[in-house]
């Protein structure tokens, strides 16, 4: 009785699998390099091995069961479709002033205006800006929030004493 190798048996794969450890790893990255489209991305043995174990049985479960894994990437994708994009921790809502709003901040003794402008940019000393925050940071002279330093953000940290605030 013969058998056939070109398909793999779940024995086959196991062994397979277990020899894997033993296999010198430019071996595997030979194996690597048929299994995947991509480089061989660290020579971490450990990580390449599990990877390699990993779609040896994938490709084993889709030529014995390729409806499973049709049925499961469909509700995969079902599920993406319902849910909505994580939303940036710590960030409040984006503040959308009208045309010709004056924010005022006193800071180091002197009041700064700043007016927004109909096309989006704002307007400080005469001169246009793309952004509060570049404001912020010419007023303060370090790395400020624009909408944290004009108070625009629900929660913005207090300045400390002796920031001359």
Known sequence: M?????????SSIAARVA??????FAELKILWSQLFDIPLPTHNRSYVE??????????EMAQ????????????????????K???KAGRGELVRLAPGTVL???FMGQTHCVVAMPNGEFEYNGKPYTSLTAIACEIAGTRWSGPAFFGLRDGAKKPRKGTGV
């Open 19 to 24: 020899r894997l450890p033993d296999t010198p």
């Open 64 to 83: 014995k069961q390729p409806q499973l894994l049709a049925s499961n990437k469909m509700r995969i994708d079902a599920l993406l479709e319902q849910i």
């Open 85 to 87: 994009p994580a939303q």
């Open 104 to 106: 005022t901040r006193d």
């Open 2 to 10: 013969t058998t056939s190798t070109s398909r793999p048996t779940k």
């Open 50 to 59: 599990r990877r390699i174990a990993f779609r040896l049985q994938e490709l």
